[in-house]
Structure formats: structure tokens, C-alpha cells
């Protein structure tokens, strides 16, 4: 009765609920009850409280208490686990996708094929990753059994009854293949399938028990053994489970060799020998579980059999192991089992078949019924009769030449180009068929497309399509410099880049921080490892191969750029006068083509190439250079720096090509620069290609000069469009001559309306004084600042020769005897605040004028011409004099109607005792000049104006080691003047 209620309420209650009620249970009796009282009896046995209370608190902290089912999957002795196979894995293998370096090493039979083809081929089918694969050699399984499985003695079964009876056991399948259950009769499991083994067993207990239902589980499974031999690479009796397949056994012996067969393996089974070809595996058309092992199965290996390859457009290129007894196969299984063609029609099978001699004989487009033989090589290419279209097209890439046998063909759909097309000029990239020789020729787009030529197109040509960013790339700054044999301006900026960026290394600067650009530096390390990395033998040898065989932009790698080298630059280390050769970011093969031919000489094809942009001027490094530009010549101000066109890196030839056939539209054109032409261009289709004239251009003053010499002027535009153009001619399209300067003068101050103004041809002072109504009363035209901006120039680099002068001036004087080298060493400070000054100050480019209108009408010499840029300021009338120099207090002082010089200087303080008081001069407001005549008896009859600067110049005694002592008077003079002046500008 006891052990009923306790079945029943072990029914009623959960697993969990009843563990956690036993353990409250035992709390309790283990408090009030000895410890050799502590045991009460269960169905299962004897069980120990304080082991159970223990066993509570441990599944508490680590979770949920195994079930049944799980407990029997995890009860696997310690014997059972058995190491998986040697562990030949190789990271450098991984890399290229095998298990094992000797995997990754080509064969002798892939180097045999790959020598044939020309090109890299694989086995196919053994660069399956199987050497670092751990297969389960135990019985302890996880994921539900399926039911085809195939019991056996051994195998470890969970059944549940929910029902009448209810209980859970963990029972093996025994000797004589039956299970055997407490009030039922056995039943028979061994080689029966798991799932009509569980109907039988619920039949069974339905029979038995009153509705009871039955749930059965695999818990482990068992062992078998194997033996693999053959070609394998560890081969031996492996023990696995009975759940396990070929491919399992195979990892085991650490895979199949090269030298072994994928397609005639052989299981011995008993008596019985049934033959596997893992090519219906590795292709899906047959599943891993359809090869269970069974114990003491042998699996053999074979040597590989006869093999066939296949190369070029095909979805899996490499080599293929024929069916043994398969006969021989038509060439498009042969396809099929390499994945078919990457084209779904227009390809070109070609075979290479070994003649008696062992050499390749050539079966040229063969048909999709042909037998393949052993050795056979299958080469999938485009046809021979292919084009390519390349460039400025809607949709490039590769044509049939039945469909497009002339130019005229191949460009009749108006939307094959594409927008802005260059029509002056298209490039036929053709093969002699005789030498097999590749050469560029020419072709007029705009008469094609009109029907006034047509071109014959042959195999393999390549249409290239010049767009109008192709065209201008001509012009830009990295080619005009390549021309003039100086380095490209993206170059030295590349440079720049990099040496500034290896100086805050080296000073520390961003050590932690990440380094922009980081994975372009990644990125071209890659591709300058393929550069230096040895050619494959399925690289095209020619670079534009690839598009050839239609390989576009889209295609080129990861990054949408092509392997390309980058330019290397030649540049002087300034800190240790070294010269470096620094490699950049910039890369351009069409540059580096052009950088070899000019680098050979003078070229005289390139002459009117060179016109666009061909000055230069010193680099500020060196200080050197000529009007011409010399070799550290560097362009000033905007620079057309463009990206190369990829264009030029697939033809790398092509952008000299262009150059020899160039000609130059200068002047009133849209946009001005070198244009390539074919001889005999209408004039009319290269001024449509350059956006045609201006409207500042003058219709009636064209000039051509022909590239024989030849000169024509004073054409029109009717004229011109008559006339044809050649390579080296020269148009130049004037403009109009303009009454009107290409410019703004600007007013300010004490003016009725101030503001920017534009003028007229010889325009002078007086009338723009008139167009701005006048001065104002409190206007002071004596003070008058006028800045020109060529004066600004002149005056800025008299500053910078100068502190050069002065530079050059200390070394030697530093030098010299013991009286010169210590007086220089005293004026050291003030000649280094002095050359500072002369480097950083900016000129006023401040003319003397006068702006009085009243003297302009008295006096026409004084009213002078203006110029675009010009700037005129009339301040108000000052109330008072600036004193600077060597005085006690340098300050402005209040305008005393005849006050001497001294006067002023006595209001500043005085002179200091470093002040050469004779040599003080005065700045009048106008921006004149004039020594003060200041001495020991002389107070300085200098009248003095409002407005005026007083300057005390410093003692030139210290100085006398200068030979430029003089110099260095007036170039403080000069600074005190620009401080003067700009001190009006700011003040007003």
C-alpha cells in the first residue's frame, strides 16, 4: 500500500517539485534523527538524505537536474574517449583553403595539366577541409535519432510509460538483439530501424497496460570499428559509432590523398562489396547518411583513375577523375560536371588532346557531342570572332563579330554611348594578323557616326571609347609635369604626406591613435605584394587581357581597383642631405608609360602637348629653378590635379598615344587645352568637342598655325569650320578687345560713395574721384593710402631677398676677427627679430599719390592710369603725431601747429641712449620721407603735418660688421613705413 501511494504521488508531482519535497524532507529527519537512522527505502534502492540534500543544493547552483534521457547520453567512461587523429592542420595551408601543407602543394599531375593549360588548375574535389574535423567516437549523441536508424547490440534506449505504470528505464539492447522490460514480453531491436521498433514497442505496452503511452529514446548508441586503407593519408582501424559515415571514416584516416580515387571507393561488407563515388556527394546529388558505417565494414581506397580538365569560362575550373566503367563522356557532361559554362551561349570550346607523342594537338571548336578522352584538356573561351567595347559605353564588354562587322555596326544602337562621348577621336586596339602584333590606330568617330568613313572590324579588336574626362586628363598638372620632366604635383603631395607622417612618428605624435588611411596603406600593401609576388600561370601575361575576356571595373577586386604600381619619387632629405626614393599613394600605369618615354629625351612629338601649362616656377626648398621651369620647379597657385582614368591603367601605351596625336585650341574656347585628333579632322566636330566659343571670343580673329609652320590669321568662324585639322596644329580663337578692365578698384574713407568700382580702359584717378561724387569735408587727401598689388609683390620679395642677405651676412661675420665676431654676437638678437620681421611681415604695396581733386585739375602729370586691384583710402584729417623708434615712450602725441621735431621726440621722452638721433627721419601722411636734420644744435626745421610718423632710428655702430649696414637702415625704414600706413588702413 505504502509503495502505491508512492507511485501514485510520484505520478501526481513533477520530478523537480518531488526532489525539492524530499529535500525539505531531509532537512528535517537529518536534524531529529541520527546519522544511522538517515535512510529510508525507495523503489530505485536506498538513498542517502544528506547525499540527496547535497545533490539539491549542487543542481540549484548549476541549474536544472539532467533528465533521464540526458543522464544516459552523458554516462561514457573515460576508456571510451579516444583521441581524433594526428593534428596536421597548417595555417599557412588554411590560408589557401587545405588541411595540410603537403595538400596545398601542387602535385605532379596538377603540374602536369597546369603546364599543358597555361594556367593554374586543381584537383578537384580534395581541397575538402578534413584533417582538423573531430568526429565523435563515443556513444554520447546530440539532436533526436531518425527513423532509419539501425539498431544494434549495444545501443543504449530511454523508455518512458506515462499511463498505468509510470516509469522511466535506461535499458541496452542484449545479446540476443531484444529488449527486455519489467512485465512485457521482450521484443527484437537489433537490425530492425529505429522507428518500426518503437511501433512495435507501443503496440506492445498498449497491449499490456491500460492507456499507457510509451516514449523511446536513443541515449548512446554504440561502437563499431572500421578499417580504412589505400590511399589515405593515416590509414589503420579507426573506432567510431554506429551513426558514423564514409566521410567520418575518411577524417579519421585524415582524408584522401591526390593520389587516391574519389570515385571508385569500395566497402567491403561481409560478402558483400558495394562501390561509393564521393563526386555524387560533393556535387549533392546524394546525401552523407545514405553511407553509415556498419561494424567491421573495410573501405579501400584505390588508386586515382583516368582524369580529365577543364579550363577557362567554366563555373569550376580544375581536374576531373572520369567514371571508372562510365565509358567516355560527351564534352557537355564533361561541362556539366564543372559547373557549366559561365556564359550561357557564344563560347568557344577548344581540346587539347595528347597526340601519340605526348604533345598537345588542338581540336578548335568542338562540339558539345564530342567524345572526351583521358588527358583531354576543355578550354572554354570567348570566340575568336569577339570584340570588346571599352570606354565611354552604356554597357561595355564583349560582342559578337557576326553581329557587328564594322564600326559603323557595332555603334548603330544611338544608346550604345555613352554621354559626352569624344567624337573628334575613337582607338582601335587591333592584332596583326600576320606578326600578331598589338597597335593602336585611330579612327574619326563623328564621320562614322555620320557615314562618311566605316572601319572594318577583325578579331579580338577592342573599340575604346574616349570620354570627355579622358580627353581633359591630358591637360591636367601630373601629366603637363611628366612632360616638362619634373615630378607630378600628386606625387609631391603623396610625398609630402607620407615623410610629414613619418616625422610625428618619429616625434610620437599619434603613436596611440589610429592612423588615417590606415586600410589604404593595407590595401596597396596587398597589391605590392602582388606586384613582387611570382606570376601565376592563370594570369593573362598582358595586363588588358583580362578585359579581353570581359573583365570590367566591377571586376577587379575587393576594392574596385586594379593590381596597379604605384609612381616612386626621387626627393632630397633635408635633414640628412640625402636623396630618397619615397614610394606613393599615386597610381597610374598611363603615367608611368609616358614618365619612361620622356625620360629617354627630348621628344619632338610631345612639343605642342607641352603648351598647356608649361611655366614654372623655383621650388621655395631650394630656391632654384628658371622661367621655363626647372627641375624642382613646382606650379603655383590652382593645380588640376585628376585622378587617373582607369582607362589609362589598362592601356597604359594609350595615354602617349594620344599626346603624339594632340593638337592645341588655346584662347576663347570653353575649355582651352590638348585635344587629340585623327588627320584630316573637320575643325567644326574638335570646336563642338572643346563646348565651342565664348562669348568673349572675336568670330573674325582666329589664328592657325599648322604643324609645318604654316600660319593662317584673321579667320573667321565660317572660314575655320572649312578647314581641317591635323596633330600638331595650333588654334588660337582671340578675344575681343574690351574697353572694359577684367577687374574691380575698390574706395574707401571720406569719400560720398565708397565702394568697389569697375573701369574702363585708361580710366584715371580724377575720374573715378568724380563717379564717387567727391570727398567729404572731413576728408584728408594728403593722407591718402593707394595699394597696387604688383607693388605689393615687388615689396614682399625685396623683404624676403633681404632677410636671405642677411642671413647669408651672419655666418661669416660671426666668423671674422675677435672685434666683429663680438660686436655681431651683441646684435645677434636684433638681427633675428629683424630677418623674423622681414619673413613675416606683409607688404602695403603703398604708392605716393596725390588725391587731392583740386591739385589733379592743376597739375594732369600728377593724374596717373588705373589698374584692376587697386585700392584707394582717404582717412579723416588726424589730430596727431606718431613718435617710434628709439625713444623712452613710443606713442602718438597731439598735432601742435609748429612744433619742431625734437618737440615731439621730447614728448615721447626723449631718445634712449642706443638712438642715432641724427639719423631720424619723418613719414609724411602721403607716404614720403624726409631726415628730420635733427642734431646737437639742431632742433629739426622739418615742418611737421598731422598725421606724420617720427622714426629714431637704432645706433649703426653695432652694425658695422655688416657689409649691408646701410641696407639694414633702410629696411627698417621700409617696415616703419608699412607700419604706418596700415595703421591708417586700420584706423580707418
Known amino acids: 500500500m505504502e509503495n502505491s501511494m508512492r507511485d501514485v504521488f510520484k505520478a501526481a508531482v513533477p520530478g523537480r517539485y518531488l526532489r525539492s519535497g524530499l529535500a525539505w524532507v531531509g532537512l528535517l529527519v537529518s536534524a531529529a534523527m541520527p546519522a544511522s537512522a538517515q ?5 530505485n534502492g536506498s538513498v542517502n538524505l544528506r547525499d540527496l540534500q547535497q ?48 595538400q596545398a602543394r601542387p602535385t605532379a599531375l596538377e603540374s602536369q595539366y597546369s603546364k599543358r593549360a597555361g594556367r593554374e588548375l ?25 527513423d532509419d536508424y539501425v539498431l544494434g547490440i549495444g545501443d543504449e534506449l530511454v523508455i518512458t510509460l506515462r499511463g498505468q505504470v509510470n516509469s522511466t528505464s535506461q535499458v541496452r539492447v542484449d545479446r540476443e538483439g531484444r529488449v527486455v522490460l519489467p512485465n512485457m514480453p521482450p521484443v527484437a531491436a537489433a537490425g530492425r530501424h529505429f522507428g518500426e521498433f518503437r511501433d512495435d514497442l507501443a503496440a506492445q505496452a498498449q497491449a499490456t497496460f491500460l492507456q499507457t503511452s510509451i516514449y523511446v529514446s536513443v541515449g548512446s548508441v554504440r561502437s563499431i570499428g572500421v578499417l580504412v586503407t589505400g590511399e589515405v593519408r593515416s590509414p ?98 564533361v561541362l556539366e560536371l564543372a559547373g557549366g559554362a559561365q556564359r550561357a551561349r557564344g563560347n568557344r570550346l577548344d581540346i587539347l588532346r595528347l597526340d601519340g607523342a605526348g604533345r598537345n594537338q588542338v581540336i578548335r571548336s568542338a562540339a558539345g557531342t564530342t567524345v572526351i ?20 559605353a552604356e554597357q561595355p564588354g564583349d560582342r559578337g563579330l557576326m553581329q557587328a562587322k564594322t564600326l559603323r555596326d557595332l555603334l548603330r544602337d544611338p544608346y550604345v554611348l555613352r554621354s559626352n562621348p569624344y567624337l573628334p577621336m575613337a582607338v582601335i586596339d587591333t592584332e596583326d594578323p600576320v ?72 616625434a610620437g605624435v599619434g603613436a596611440n591613435q589610429p592612423e588615417r588611411g590606415n586600410r589604404s596603406n593595407l590595401q596597396g600593401a596587398k597589391r605590392r605584394d602582388d606586384m613582387l609576388a611570382p606570376p601565376r600561370e592563370d594570369d593573362p601575361v598582358d595586363r588588358s587581357d583580362r578585359y579581353r575576356q570581359g573583365e570590367t571595373d566591377a571586376n577587379a577586386d575587393d576594392n574596385g581597383e ?84 582607369k582607362l589609362y591603367d589598362r592601356h597604359p601605351d594609350l595615354l602617349p598615344f594620344l599626346l603624339e596625336y594632340a593638337t592645341a585650341l588655346e584662347g576663347e574656347v570653353r575649355f582651352p587645352g590638348v585635344y587629340p585628333v585623327v588627320p584630316g579632322t573637320s575643325s567644326q566636330t574638335l570646336l563642338t568637342a572643346v563646348g565651342g566659343l565664348t562669348l568673349d571670343a572675336d568670330t573674325k580673329a582666329i589664328e592657325m598655325t599648322s604643324s609645318g609652320g604654316g600660319r593662317r590669321t584673321g579667320l573667321t568662324v565660317a572660314e575655320l569650320n572649312q578647314m581641317v585639322v591635323n596633330p600638331g596644329d595650333v588654334i588660337r580663337i582671340s578675344g575681343r578687345v574690351q574697353q572694359r578692365e577684367a577687374g574691380m578698384v575698390e574706395v574707401a574713407g571720406e569719400v560720398l560713395r565708397p565702394g568697389r568700382y569697375d573701369i574702363r580702359r585708361g580710366e584715371r584717378l580724377s575720374e573715378l574721384l568724380r563717379r564717387v561724387d567727391g570727398l567729404t569735408p572731413e576728408a584728408y587727401p594728403y593722407g591718402a593710402v593707394f595699394q597696387r598689388d604688383q607693388v605689393r609683390i615687388a615689396e614682399e620679395e ?188 586700420s584706423r580707418n
Open 55 to 102: 545533490q539539491y543544493g549542487q543542481g540549484q547552483q548549476g541549474g536544472q537536474v539532467p533528465s533521464a534521457l540526458d543522464r544516459a547520453r552523458q554516462q561514457v567512461s573515460p576508456g571510451d574517449r579516444s583521441n581524433v587523429g594526428t593534428d596536421r592542420f597548417d595555417s599557412r595551408a588554411a590560408e589557401a583553403g587545405y588541411g595540410t601543407l603537403e
Open 122 to 146: 586543381k584537383q578537384f574535389g580534395y581541397d575538402l577541409r578534413l584533417g582538423n574535423v573531430t568526429t565523435p567516437t563515443t556513444g554520447l549523441l546530440s539532436g533526436s535519432v531518425p
Open 236 to 333: 589503420g582501424r579507426f573506432t567510431v559509432t554506429s551513426f558514423s559515415s564514409l566521410i567520418d571514416a575518411l577524417v579519421m584516416a585524415d582524408g584522401i590523398d591526390k593520389t587516391g580515387s574519389l570515385r571508385n571507393l569500395t566497402i567491403m561488407r561481409g560478402g558483400e562489396t558495394l562501390s561509393v563515388d564521393l563526386y555524387d556527394v560533393l556535387l549533392g546529388r546524394r546525401s552523407v547518411n545514405d553511407l553509415r558505417l556498419r561494424d567491421g565494414d573495410q573501405i579501400i581506397v584505390p588508386a586515382i583513375g583516368e582524369t580529365i580538365a577543364v579550363t577557362g569560362d567554366v563555373v569550376r575550373p580544375g581536374i576531373y577523375e572520369m567514371r571508372p566503367g562510365g565509358g567516355k563522356p560527351a564534352l557537355n557532361a
Open 562 to 645: 586594379l593590381d596597379r604600381g604605384r609612381l616612386i619619387g626621387a626627393f632630397k632629405d633635408g635633414d640628412r642631405d640625402t636623396v630618397r626614393l619615397v614610394e606613393s599613394d599615386v597610381t597610374c600605369a598611363g603615367l608611368q608609360s609616358l614618365a619612361a618615354i620622356v625620360s629617354e629625351g627630348l621628344q619632338q612629338r610631345f612639343s605642342v602637348a607641352r603648351r598647356v601649362g608649361a611655366s614654372g616656377v623655383s621650388d621655395s626648398t631650394t630656391g632654384k629653378g628658371n622661367a621655363a621651369g626647372g627641375r624642382n620647379a613646382i606650379p603655383v597657385g590652382l593645380v588640376d590635379i585628376r585622378a587617373c582614368p
Open 39 to 43: 535512510m529510508i527505502e525507495l523503489p
Open 798 to 985: 625685396g623683404y624676403r631677398r633681404a632677410a636671405r642677405e642677411l642671413e647669408l651676412s651672419l655666418p661669416a661675420a660671426l666668423s671674422s676677427n675677435t672685434d666683429n665676431a663680438q660686436a655681431a654676437q651683441n646684435a645677434l638678437p636684433f638681427l633675428q627679430g629683424l630677418i623674423y620681421s622681414l619673413k613675416s611681415t606683409e607688404a602695403v604695396g603703398r604708392v605716393v599719390i596725390e588725391a587731392d581733386p583740386t591739385v589733379l585739375a592743376s597739375r594732369p602729370e600728377l593724374d596717373f592710369v588705373l589698374e584692376p586691384g587697386d585700392k584707394l583710402l582717404i582717412p579723416k584729417r588726424p589730430s596727431h603725431v606718431t613718435v617710434t623708434g628709439e625713444v623712452l615712450n613710443p606713442s602718438s602725441v597731439m598735432f601742435t601747429s609748429g612744433a619742431s621735431a625734437r618737440d615731439y621726440i621730447n614728448k615721447a621722452g626723449g631718445a634712449t641712449a642706443a638712438a642715432e638721433i641724427s639719423n631720424a627721419f619723418v613719414i609724411y601722411p602721403n607716404g614720403e620721407s624726409e631726415p628730420l636734420g635733427v642734431g646737437r644744435f639742431s632742433s629739426g626745421n622739418t615742418p611737421i603735418p598731422p598725421g606724420s610718423t617720427i622714426v629714431v632710428p637704432r645706433d649703426p655702430e653695432p652694425f658695422n660688421f655688416l657689409t649691408t649696414t646701410r641696407t639694414v637702415m633702410s629696411l627698417i625704414s621700409s617696415l616703419a613705413l608699412s607700419a604706418a600706413s596700415l595703421a591708417v588702413i
Open 373 to 392: 578522352l583521358p588527358g583531354d584538356i576543355i578550354s572554354v573561351q570567348l570566340p575568336r570572332e569577339a570584340i570588346a567595347l571599352e570606354g565611354g
Open 435 to 506: 606578326t600578331r602584333q598589338r597597335r593602336y590606330v585611330p579612327v574619326d568617330l563623328q564621320r562614322v557616326l555620320e557615314g562618311g568613313m566605316n572601319v572594318t572590324l577583325r578579331e579580338r579588336d577592342r573599340v575604346i571609347i574616349l570620354t570627355r574626362d579622358d580627353i581633359r586628363y591630358l591637360g591636367s598638372a601630373d601629366v603637363q609635369a611628366i612632360l616638362r620632366k619634373e615630378p607630378p604635383p600628386s606625387l609631391r603631395l603623396s610625398v609630402d604626406t607620407k615623410m610629414a607622417q613619418e616625422r610625428q612618428n618619429l
